[in-house]
């Protein structure tokens, strides 16, 4: 059975990406969708002019 923490875990995949990408000079946004309760169409909203954009699933 799928493993149900009671306090969720970062994207820590996400934040390592991100820290690298502004090591090296880049600008970062981490929007966890899932702890804001974002919708697909806000997440869009909100990442909207960017480079590039990294999704984790599970």
């Known amino acids: 059975p799928a ?7 970062p994207p820590m995949g996400l934040a390592l ?3 690298v990408l502004e ?3 880049h600008a970062v946004d981490i929007i966890d969708a899932n702890a804001l309760g974002l919708s697909t169409d806000e997440v869009v909203r ?3 002019g ?3 954009v990294g999704i984790t699933a599970m």
């Open 3 to 9: 493993r149900r923490d009671r306090y969720p875990q």
């Open 17 to 19: 990406l991100a820290a």
């Open 23 to 25: 090591r090296d000079g």
């Open 46 to 48: 909100r990442a909207g």
């Open 50 to 52: 960017a480079d590039a």
